[in-house]
């Protein structure tokens, strides 16, 4: 025994000289190389240095954007999304920056790193490596801008918590209960408005890179909101002119995109932003497809005023409207079902109210209320994210602060994550599989599920194919506990039910 | 002491023989005056002989008509409004029917009797009295149709629940849950379906009576629904010619208008009734205005199609529709607001699903939802109707046959009812009283009523009159209590709530 651990000891050594070695030159597939140059720092070298890089490997090419970092470091960043050798060559208006070339291998590495993100089988997600990715999303609009000790505990929160996407904002937020100046600032310059919009703060998007790769490390996308109007000109982030806000957006794609967990979130609810047009985030949504090498997922999110996203470069929708108040008497096509069929993209109600007890009416759900509304949609084939809200002596609440989380809907979200991922396939599809009122969602013909919500049958009718047989479950939605019902199943089925609310049907074929 | 008790029982014995001396010639305000004559049974009596009776009073005249009995007999009623002596006379087209006339003395009764109810101050009731009338509706839609022993079991849950009207039909129900044959017919024939539309069956209309009696007595009126679709063609009474249709509608304006309690729902569903057209429901208005001559309340109820309640024989709006589905972030008119501003008439949620566990989604609400509702429909300034499904070993369920009440909602909506009617005024007005998602109404600046419903908030806005002062009470709406919170409020509040579901705030002007 002790010659093993001998032996352990050894290849550990031998691993970590090896990485040491070669630690600039070998990059795991989806995790990035990056080339720092060095040049002076005069003038305005945000806006007067450009520099590319162009990575290939046999045919494949990309072009990617370098950025200032500050202190005469330019620097270049590429994700390779396939192992191998890869050379780079470097394109500079500076001639201390232009040809310079060179070459890294890259290996798989096994386990976490699947890639990025994309939309898979219209209406859902997978990474790179084809494994699926289903959304179960939070929100900390400002986590990044609070104290070290609050960012730290958000962090340790979200490493128990069952959230796979976090929805956060580059600028700082300034709104009722979150009325805090930052440590740090995006631009040079002296709070609260006085701003040189041409020049960048590095350490404040080195601040915010190293929170986006902790969150990596937790298996967490990162939903970048990149404008929104909680600022009300306090610091002006939000009403810069057309070319600064270019100008920005550039700035974070050529830093950014090389994080594996990125998602462009273009606003937090658009339409509050009174200084933009609709042309402006037209031209947003352009930047980023023509900016971003690696089409990472894009996205709009509502405030009261619908977005179109028939817009082909919006990836998914992100939304914000309850789409459970309608539909009516009988109507099994609710709100999600016609979202689906009008855009075929996938539907992220990526805003749907708070559970929480503030005095505003997006964050006083009960943990119930979410609970339910969780299971809705991901009983309609689509995807939520979660937000918390519950008054803190300190105004420390998780939906902009972060910190910790109190409520009881977190527990119950992560045993709809449990049941969600165990199905086989790559994301539910809704069909009218009750008899009433209800949700149903199928994963092909192997894994059903039957939604009843807060009503309280003790009996409802469930249809499964006729020619396949079907072990039932039990759902305890809030209880969070299975029991199984005797015997097999097939086509139509009156179920006895507990006659409580939050009730939900599995269904798992058998044969 | 000995010498009270024997003088009251001297005047009591002298009461009783007055009463019985004048029994036929001293009628009670609102109760009735019935004059029976006698004819041949020969024919068809129900077609063949028309009596119509003039009531008279000073200025003041009624028409009204008279129906055949059976055996012969041929039946007036008249509901006297006003006292004092009133006379009448016959109009027959058989000599032996025409020219009879007589007179009879109307006397107040105090308490009890305070007439029909109709439409107050646009959106609410009143007895002719002046008693204000707050609407709590039950739905029994086929009780009158079950074994004695079920419908005394009815009065008896009637007697000790909150609900002061009650939906219930003529012809009985042929549905799921409900396929029994009744021990009697509202026509001649044999069942189930050979019938002679063209002649009554009394016994059957004296029952209807006797229990319509029993409901006055319990102070509950009649929503009396005349056509509705659950037969199918079971027995045929939902498709009849439209020549039967009418001359069973004047039958029963005839025997029933002069019962105070009587409300003419004209239909249930009426949109179900696939052998109707929008011409008959209009006809039948119509029929009812000409025929009722104490113009008794009309309303009509919707299944999935909405009905035009401009008609203005349309006295109240007696719908079937979720009201709260609807709105959205921070919209305080909802549907219930834009149908009193679109109809300027009472607003009745006749069905908002029941409290009960089948497996239908019409009838499996939980009790806090339906308890919900009810506070929700009252604090729009509107009015609402329960009804029960529970699953029960004989099928002996509420909504259709009546029997027992097993929900949680009934105690809850008394305690409501409390509250409403201790307000001072006719009714609540709605008005944009909170600063968040909520309902408030207002009787006058006496008394306010603020409901957050389902949600938790901890805190909330309220406002108030700035010049008057106000006490508050904290109303925990499911756990029926009230708390008093300290001191005196004016203006604009921050509440500080318990956090927890049915929540409602009152305030009552202290000067």
Known sequence: MQETALRIRLITTFVLFSVFLFAQDVIYTYDFFELTLRHTAEGNPFRDVQIKGVFSQGDEEYEVTGFYDGDGKYVLRFMPC??????????????????????????KKSGSLHGVVRVANTYHFKYDDGTPFYPFGTTCYAWIHQEDEIQDETLTTLKEAPFNKIRMCVFPKWYELNEI??????????????????????????????QIRRLQD???????????????GHWGFDRMTD?????????????????????WSVANEYD?????????????????????????????????????????????????????????????EQKIDRWKAKYKKPVLIDEMKYEGDIRYSFGDLTAQEMTDRFWYVYTKGAYATHGETYIHPKNIIWWARGGRLYGESPERIAFLKKIVESAPGSGFESFRGMEED????????????????????????????????????IIDAW?????????????????????????????????
Not at 82 to 107: A, M, P, Q
Not at 315 to 320: D, P, Y
Not at 449 to 457: D, V
Not at 479 to 491: A, D, P, Q, R, V
């Open 82 to 107: 396939r192992e191998g050798i890869w050379s780079y060559k470097t394109v500079s208006n500076v001639d201390s920056l232009h040809n310079h070339s060179g070459r890294f291998d890259c290996v």
């Open 181 to 210: 100046e930052p440590a740090i600032y995006p631009y040079i310059g002296r709070a609260p408005d006085q701003w040189d919009f041409w020049r960048f703060n590095p350490a404040f998007f080195r601040h915010l890179e190293k």
């Open 218 to 232: 937790l298996g967490i996308e990162c939903d970048l909101i990149l404008f929104h109007p909680y600022d009300g």
């Open 243 to 263: 070319d600064q806000d270019d100008f920005y957006l550039r700035y974070i794609i050529a830093r950014l995109s090389a994080f594996r967990n990125i998602w």
């Open 272 to 332: 509050f932003l009174n200084e933009k047009q609709m042309e402006d985030w037209n031209r947003f949504f352009e930047i980023l497809e023509e900016e971003d090498a690696y089409g990472h997922l894009r996205s709009i999110h509502n405030g009261l005023k619908w977005y179109d996203h028939s817009n082909p470069r919006v990836t998914h929708l992100s939304i914000q409207e309850d789409p459970w108040e309608d539909g009516g008497i009988g109507e099994y």
């Open 438 to 473: 209800g949700n149903a969602v199928r994963a092909g013909e192997a894994c059903y599920l039957f939604y009843i919500g807060a009503r309280q049958p003790a009996e409802r009718v469930i249809f499964l194919p006729e020619d396949k047989k079907y072990k039932l479950d």
């Open 479 to 511: 209880g969070m506990s299975l029991s199984k019902i005797e015997g097999t199943f097939s086509g139509k089925n009156l179920i006895n039910l507990p006659g409580k609310p939050y009730t939900a049907v599995r269904a798992i074929r058998i044969h």
